[in-house]
């Protein structure tokens, strides 16, 4: 009671702020000459007109008024929103090197400093998809039941759900204030802080047991790397950054590829006509001797449009991560300072009804041509266009390519509930569109 007393006793005083803050951000904001915008509120910015849990919805709301290129105030702090396929690809494509800096979030920027029976699938999913990093990371592989591993990825999956609520949202905006305000955000970096100390135990392994010239993993490879420029001072390859880009690999490459299965799975069980489609172009083209491999995706063109329809459906990382201006530039005919904030509203893109028919609904069509072929689309960009894409977008098309056919080609998907009253709804969105927990049977095939 006491906390949460004190916590809206400060928001309450921040609110008593306003008053005499006033609305000079907005003159700011026309002085710049950013894009034009909805009128801030002071301190708050616009985060009244920001629905909390859909900030990806509002956006593309306000976008309605204000056009594909807009400015809204996150707090005290400015940033340009690209609403639309074109705006994103005028920006991130054609202008790659100007949009190709990297945003701050200061929930990230704290920790790294700059460096048969009804089941929830969540936790198999997560202990397999995991388990291709650690083996690219660590060169081993853990048991599903390891203590040690699946505190892990507790960790991560924890910070996730945070990090796309709204107190992860809030902390991104306010890190100042909510660095002493009271609440659940606290705990990410407690959470990073035991992952931290998880990661340099395992470096430290390495460095005992590795071998010069014969790296195991990526961490041996690093640390080989960090032998060749120890006399250099610019260096980047310190252990710390080690430590940083361990963990980052891991945390994008597990939560984002296991959110896109799980909620991959969520979506066949609300559409099983949909599965028995794709269950049966496996049979034809793979068969059940032998399970599915990369090869067989140019052959298989229905299952592949319906893997990309589950990621423009669900747009994973629905604002993607925010850039910054790297120089001056001129975008749609507005002057965009150097440093500017910029948020490519990726889900914006994926609901482009000039891109795709109806795009509100899952349509695999989105993705087949007239024939039935398998025809891309540029406006699909779930790992993001231009400088800044997804270090990992190769390895989570294949996984996710890999997983949902391996389990479709051995199981059927069977609700728990009627496939109608299945709500595809994101439990919460912020960082990530995270999906309702749900159950499934699962009947050998």
């Known amino acids: 009671m006491l906390i949460t007393g004190v916590a809206t006793l400060l928001l309450s005083l921040l609110v008593l702020a306003l008053a005499w803050w006033g609305w000079g951000v907005h003159r700011v904001q026309i002085g710049r000459g950013l894009p034009p915008g909805p009128r801030p509120l002071g301190l708050l910015g616009n985060l009244l007109q920001l629905e909390s849990g859909g900030l990806d919805r509002a956006l593309m709301k306000l976008s309605r008024s204000w056009g ?184 994008g490459g597990t939560e984002t590829t296991s959110t896109t299965l799980r909620y991959g799975l969520l979506i066949l069980l609300k559409y099983p006509e949909v599965a028995a489609k794709v269950q049966a172009e496996l049979d034809a083209v793979v068969g059940r001797a032998r399970a599915p491999r990369l090869e067989d995706r140019v052959h298989l063109p229905y299952t592949n449009a319906v893997l990309h329809e589950i990621q423009r459906f669900i747009s994973v990382l629905p604002l993607g991560l925010p850039r910054a201006l790297t120089r001056d530039t001129h975008l749609r005919s507005h002057f965009l300072p150097k440093g500017t904030m910029v948020i490519p509203l990726l889900v914006s893109a994926h609901r482009d009804s000039t891109q795709f028919k109806d795009p509100d609904c899952f349509n695999p069509n989105n993705f087949l041509d007239e024939k039935g072929e398998f025809q891309s689309n540029e406006a699909f960009m779930p790992f993001a266009p231009g400088k800044r894409m997804c270090l990992g977008a190769g390895l989570a098309r294949s996984e996710i390519f890999l997983f949902l056919t391996a389990i479709l080609q051995r199981f059927r998907l069977l609700p728990v509930e009627s496939p109608s009253n299945i709500n595809l709804t994101p439990q919460c969105t912020g960082l990530g569109n995270v999906p309702p927990t749900f159950q499934l049977h699962l009947m050998a095939r």
């Open 68 to 251: 594909p290129v807009f400015t809204v105030w996150l707090g005290p702090r400015p940033a340009v929103v690209l609403c639309g396929y074109e705006a994103l690809r005028d920006a991130l494509v054609l202008q790659a090197d100007t949009f190709s800096g990297r945003g701050a979030m200061p929930v990230f920027q704290r920790f790294t400093r700059g460096n048969g029976t009804p089941f929830d699938p969540r936790q198999l999913l997560d202990n397999a998809v995991s388990n291709v990093i650690c083996s690219v990371v660590f060169g081993k592989r853990y048991g599903y039941g390891d203590p040690e591993f699946l505190r892990l990825l507790e960790l991560f999956h924890d910070n996730f759900q945070i990090m796309s609520s709204r107190w992860g949202e809030m902390y991104n905006i306010f890190p100042s204030l909510l660095d002493w305000l009271p609440g659940p955000h606290h705990q990410i970096f407690r959470n990073f802080e035991e992952l931290r100390v998880f990661i340099s135990e395992q470096i430290q392994q390495h460095q005992e047991t590795r071998q010069s010239g014969e790296p195991r993993d990526f961490i041996d490879c690093f640390l080989d790397q960090m032998d060749k420029e120890q006399q250099d001072p610019e260096s980047h390859f310190q252990e710390e950054t080690l430590v940083m880009t361990t963990h980052n690999l891991f945390f």
